[in-house]
């Protein structure tokens, strides 16, 4: 490449250019960007890493004996192979597992035993989005695939709130509020914090991150904030802010109690009840005890979360004074019954009668993903169709091990039951499931069932060490591509960086010549190449962008390393509309309003209104008695998830390799554990080796170790498989939110914690198993 220009790319956490300097890459931030991430001295490492896979792979066992369901996943050798032999025999199982051309309509088809939820957020980029790419494969040449619905990110809560808010997602890409934050509102109580770290991200791009500049705004005009979070530093240390620390996963309680402080002072704003929403008598009969005999008090309150009675009522008498906004971070609900402190946050905003003032009201998800709260788009993205799915079947999509594992087996999903499909193939392009499931032992087991697995990665992950094919795919920085995200204000056009490393292919070259091979590539790629697609997905911008008297350059300029500015929408979005006018503008939900109380939720098995709930792993249950801590395991602040894990703001942030876990400076002391020992967390599950940091920050009885690490699990005596890299999901549990949702509960777990003090492993480096260095 010519290694004197400076060139536009794009990644999740940021734009930037870059040139190649004497065989590195030379990273410079977007010009328009306030506050660039760290994450961006992530990607240098990417182009040469020994991580990265140069030419295809198949497991050695596979090869040998053919596909069928086997325990050596996981622990098997690979066998470097030519692309044509990779091809060849990826395209015959695909045809011994009924791929075809024009399945046809009579018989089942071949798709309903092929998982391709693919679950993962691969990399920026709308073309050669890996989703989008093994969906449409697998729509081509199955018919299409078991899929998955809604998200780690957003299980528990999506559900609730598609039920009783409509759909959240869509609800918060439509209404600014962060400008509203930064000018309106007077008091941001935000469940979870408000880390800046996360709003590092946004899926397709987040280019200018507003978040420091917007809190700062708030806080130089008085806002006040009110941070409630385990973690001190969930929370940036501004002027205006005041810290309180619940026991992990009992925030509906706090929340409670502070609605009972509002009955009981006849600051429930009735008037809003009436006219928004519906349910409230059902609410207010649990809330004063009258349907189940006890009263949630705020003494109530404090005995299940920690935080004094007279603090609760204390933040419902400031609440009800002030324009407050009531937000909800993804993290609270990513839990056991992760719908409730969900709901309750609404229910709670409802009873203060917020809802139709700027900078008031309830959120969701604000601090959670950068892009939120950000103006909405006034022009369509581009976008790369996927085809039609033809099978229709779906999993929650943290159900995947018990997917494979029990075929046939009955679930619950938003109150239907459902079964799960007779899996034979899974085939992932884009996502890390060894990263981003909970409970890997069970998922390894899991992993053993399918007759084959087929995955496409840059690098060797442990999801990768599970397969069977591995099929080495580029990184954006090798491909040309447009990048885009809701709520980002700018398209960019996204500059090849460098050529492939090693016989590295883009997933859409691999997936059309698979497609050849099985007689559908017509179909696959309605004969256009990349170039092709990427002019046909940019046309409906540029046609909206023209449309709209904006500048709207053809493809031919655009491609150029062009950045265009969107046009944000100026009229109001859907909760601003349904505000003006509750019946003209119904909410997406049954009864077209806020449901306090919803006949769906109560027959599928919870309490028909937001209600405290107990889980079995928090600092109160008899499980605690075992396993005394509270693990979060939360967000990365070097990387995102486990992407990247071996770049360099990555890697300095680890101790020896290993990933550093936080715990309270006393709980430390009490257990003789210094800066820098090496700690085992374990319960029943697992165990993880981690480096420990004693912090101020965290609140007693809670230790923090972020997602990420890369999992490397290893059998030491004594301790059994332990993951001497440092990976939570080693010990945290994969059961579902609820029978409502099934969603992610990750977040949080209960482990016991001690120092390791025999010699300690070393941490396994990131490596492909024939690396090039
Ligand atoms: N315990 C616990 N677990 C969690 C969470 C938690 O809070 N606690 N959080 C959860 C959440 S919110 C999420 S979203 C998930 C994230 O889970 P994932 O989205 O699975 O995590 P990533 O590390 O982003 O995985 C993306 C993978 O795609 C690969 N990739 C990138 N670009 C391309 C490409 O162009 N082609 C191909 N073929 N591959 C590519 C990357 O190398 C990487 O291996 O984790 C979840 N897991
Ligand atoms: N840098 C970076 N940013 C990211 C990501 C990343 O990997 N790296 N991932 C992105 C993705 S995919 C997603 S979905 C979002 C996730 O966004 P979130 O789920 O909101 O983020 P987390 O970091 O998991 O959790 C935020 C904080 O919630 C607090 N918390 C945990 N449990 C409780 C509880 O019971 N009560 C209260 N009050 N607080 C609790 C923890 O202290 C934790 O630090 O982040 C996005 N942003
Ligand atoms: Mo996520």
Redesign the pocket.
């Known amino acids: 490449m010519n290694d004197t220009a400076y060139r536009q790319h794009s990644s999740?956490?940021g734009a930037f250019s870059a040139r190649m300097d004497g065989g590195r890459l030379d990273i410079r931030p977007f010009e328009a960007d306030p506050d660039p991430?760290p994450?961006l001295a992530n990607i240098p490492a990417s182009l040469d890493h020994p991580a990265r896979i140069r030419k295809p792979l198949i497991r050695r066992g596979w090869l040998e004996d053919g596909p069928g369901p086997d325990q050596r996943r996981g622990s098997d050798g690979f066998v470097e192979v030519e692309w044509e032999e990779a091809l060849q025999r990826t395209a015959q199982e695909l045809r011994r597992l009924g791929a075809a051309p024009a399945l046809p309509e009579d018989r089942p088809l071949p798709g309903a035993s092929v998982f391709g939820g693919s679950y993962g957020?691969s990399s920026a980029g709308r073309f050669h989005h890996a989703q989008s790419q093994v969906h449409r494969f697998l729509n081509s040449v199955f018919g299409g695939y078991v899929a998955s619905v809604d998200?780690?990110?957003?299980g528990a809560g999506s559900v609730i709130l598609s039920l009783v808010l409509g759909n959240a997602i869509r609800l918060n890409r439509d209404h600014p509020y962060l400008r509203e934050l930064a000018e309106e509102t007077e008091l941001l109580i935000s469940?979870?914090?408000l880390?800046l770290?996360?709003?590092?991200?946004?899926?397709g791009g987040n280019s200018r991150h507003l978040g420091k500049s917007v809190l700062q705004r708030a806080a130089a005009r008085g806002c006040g904030f009110v941070s409630?979070?385990?973690?001190a530093d969930?929370f940036s240390d501004l002027p205006g802010v005041t810290r309180?620390?619940?026991?992990?996963?009992?925030?509906t309680a706090?929340m409670l109690g502070m609605a009972y402080r509002l009955h009981q002072t006849g600051r429930v704003d009735r008037a809003y009840l009436e006219r928004y929403t519906t349910g409230y008598p059902a609410f207010e009969a649990y809330l004063t005890g009258s349907s189940d005999g006890v009263a949630k008090t705020p003494e109530w309150a404090e005995a299940i979360c920690g935080v004094t009675a007279s603090e609760i009522a204390a933040l419902a008498d400031r609440a009800a004074k002030s324009r407050t906004l009531i937000n909800v971070?993804?993290?609270?609900?990513?839990?056991e019954n992760g719908e409730q402190?969900v709901w309750m946050a609404l229910t709670l905003a409802c009873l203060l009668g917020q809802g139709g003032l700027p900078g008031a009201g309830f959120c969701y998800?604000l601090?959670?993903?950068?892009n939120i709260g950000k103006e909405a788009l006034a022009v369509p993205l581009p976008t790369m169709p996927q085809g039609h799915n033809r099978v229709g079947d779906f999993i929650p999509v943290a159900r995947i091990s018990e997917l494979l594992m029990k075929p046939g087996a009955a679930y619950t999903y938003k109150g239907e039951t459902r079964r799960y499909a007779d899996i034979r193939l899974v085939y992932w392009a884009g996502g890390n499931p060894f990263h981003h499931h909970q409970d890997l032992t069970r998922l390894k087991e899991a992993f053993s069932r399918p007759e084959t697995i087929i995955l496409h990665d840059s690098v060797f992950t442990a999801s990768a060490r599970h397969a069977d094919i591995i099929l080495p795919a580029t990184i954006t920085a090798e491909r040309n591509d447009i990048g885009a995200g809701g709520n980002d204000p700018y398209l960019f056009a996204m500059e090849k960086l460098a050529e492939p490393f090693g016989e590295a292919r883009d997933d859409y070259a691999i997936f059309a010549n698979l497609a050849d091979r099985l007689g559908c590539r017509e179909i696959f790629t309605e004969g256009r190449d990349a170039q092709g697609w990427l002019e046909e997905m940019y046309e409906p911008t540029r046609a909206a962008l023209e449309k709209r008297g904006c500048n709207a350059p053809s493809f031919e300029d655009f491609m150029q390393g062009a950045r265009i500015d969107l046009p944000v929408r100026d009229t109001p979005g859907m909760m601003a509309r349904f505000h003006e006018d509750p019946s003209g503008a119904p909410l997406e939900t049954p009864s077209g309003r806020i449901e306090l109380f919803s006949e769906i939720v109560a027959g599928a098995g919870l309490p028909g209104h937001a209600a405290w709930l107990a889980p079995a792993e928090w600092l109160c249950a008899p499980m605690a008695e075992r396993h005394p801590f509270q693990l979060?395991?939360?967000?990365?602040?070097?990387?995102?998830?486990s992407?990247l894990d071996f770049g360099a703001t990555s890697m300095a942030a680890k101790e020896k390799g290993r990933e550093v876990a936080r715990l309270n400076r006393e709980d430390a002391a009490r257990l003789g554990i210094g800066d820098g020992d090496v700690i085992r967390l374990h319960n029943e599950r697992g165990s993880v080796l981690a480096s420990a940091r004693p912090s101020d920050a965290i609140m007693q009885g809670?230790v923090?170790l972020?997602?990420?690490a890369w999992y490397a699990p290893e059998d030491l005596p004594g301790a059994g498989l332990t993951c001497v890299n440092g990976n939570p999901n080693a010990v945290t549990s994969d059961a579902g939110a609820s029978v409502l949702s099934q969603g992610c509960a990750g977040?949080?777990c209960l482990v016991s914690l001690e120092k390791w003090d025999r010699p300690a492993p070393m941490a396994w480096p990131h490596k492909a198993p024939f690396s090039a260095v």
């Open positions: 999740h956490w991430s994450l957020w998200t780690y990110s957003s469940f979870g914090g880390p770290r996360n709003l590092a991200v946004s899926a409630v979070s385990p973690i969930d309180i620390a619940p026991r992990p996963a009992t925030d706090l971070t993804y993290s609270l609900q990513r839990a402190p998800g601090g959670s993903i950068g979060v395991s939360n967000q990365p602040a070097t990387r995102l998830h992407q809670v923090q972020s997602t990420g977040q949080l």
